[in-house]
């Protein structure tokens, strides 16, 4: 396991200056205050923990009388915590959104083999949903074509649908990229490191470009880090998109997931082979696959738009109000969902996600009795970040708080109350000079980094710091430790093992009054302390030379004479 210390983490940095990367030295450029350990509560986590994740509130589903109560029950938090109202006056800000819920699925079924039609049952067999607005949604007779990972990536020389006319027609898409498997983080899609180009989102979005009438995709429980229950239980009931307003983006009538076996008895009637196409779609000379086969179905939806709600809290800062950091955690999950054996159906969502909601009040309520920092520390609880980073992403392309006067952030997303850990896991370590302000806080602690390790279930690109990452704005995920005080690297794994799969996107994500919180609180330690030295600093941290958002932030800095804190050249 590679591990990475203040000296090693500095490292890292100035060894892109001596391959010729324009990073500053971090002794030189970054201003590291000291700062001291705030008063984090404990009890103000089990509570807030606790009372978001119970039954009153119904799973948090956007747009429900749960968010209601969620929403209510944060502005009277962010307030007895010592923050004021962060846009304008309000705690909210509106996110339009549009809510499709599918209903009366026909099988879908697969015609043209030589034995006769295959019939999939919706839930066990396959799930789908439309982001059309479309009333009746309907696939009648659409072609399939294997289309491998479904990517088109100019810059990459790599695209799966090249020569093809998808009009009307139905991708059959592999999950992550195509280097899922590699060994090293070497490769044209950054090697066992999964990229956005690997996640769902992006493959539907891609088939809708290319005209696609439906995109489905092949799930596998490696290469997606979840299993068919969570597709199942995610995929089900509502579904919250953006509204797109009146020139929507070009979409697929459906789209979906099929099981992996199904998969592999609707291409073996097309005379293929599973694997070997798995195989073959990995290499730079993959061409699509059009299959001989038809697939329909239909069902019904049901529409209801509206407007869920970021809350947004602040502590202004003492002598640069105008520049800030964020601290953001998402306060929704499923609502009502696939019920468990023992008929349970609220999906509570007590560590997904009411502990990172939780930990905004915790670190706003010890900041607040700190006193403030230099800087505005911004804490935003973001909705439909379930439904795809709706809330986040709506936040980043309307922000209250100009992007290139936001200084940086961090991000907490599902603390597995898992106890001590000899170490933090860093999901994307290298992308920014914030890995420093991470190594700094981490001095006083007995404990360590280590890089996600697995970086082939893209998490980077799942939660919602994805959307101010993209915009430029340095951003910090970090998860509880692997390396279990008790238990070690083996504890570890279990602990995430049974989280995911027995209660990931389940009803049986609950609260536990028996947690060990000493892990929980050690980890928001080092979030206060990094919140604190961004606050008091004077850098404006950059990503570093060569990662896929700096020339975004550069750009976006240089806009108005923002220049992020950086005075013009002469």
Known sequence: MKRFTIGAAAALILSACSMGQDVESPDAALDLPDVADGTLSEETMKRVTERLSSDEFEGRAPGTAGEEKTIAYLIEEFGKAGLEPGNNGSWVQDVPLVEITGKD????????????????NYATDWVGATYREDVETKLDDSELVFVGYGINAPEKGWNDYEGLDMKGKTAVILVNDPDFGAETLDGPFNGKAMTYYGRWTYKYEEAGRQGAAAAIIIHDTEPAAYGWNVVESSWSGPQAYADRGDNPPPMTKLNGWVQKEKA??????????????????????????????????????????????NVIGILPGSERPDEYVMHTAHWDHLGRCTPAPDGDDICNGAVDNATGTAALVALAEAHAKAGPTKRSLVFLAVTAEESGLLGADYYAANPVFPLNKTVGGINMDAFLVAGPAKDVTVVGPGKSQLDLFLDKALMSDDRVTTPNPNPEAGYYYRSDHFAFAKRGVPMLYLDGGEDLVDGGKEAGAAVQADYRDNRYHGPKDEYDPNWDWSGVMADLRLFYRIGRMLGDSTSWPNWVEGDEFKATRDEDCAVDGALCGKPEAP
């Open 105 to 120: 699925f026909a099988p879908l079924t697969i015609s043209g083999g030589d034995n006769g039609d295959i019939k999939l």
């Open 264 to 309: 592999r008895e609707i291409l073996a009637a097309a005379g293929q082979d599973l694997d070997d196409l798995m195989a073959a779609a990995r290499k730079d000379d993959f061409k699509a696959v059009p299959l001989g086969l038809k697939a329909s179905t239909s069902f019904r939806n049901d529409i209801r738009t509206f407007a869920s709600k």
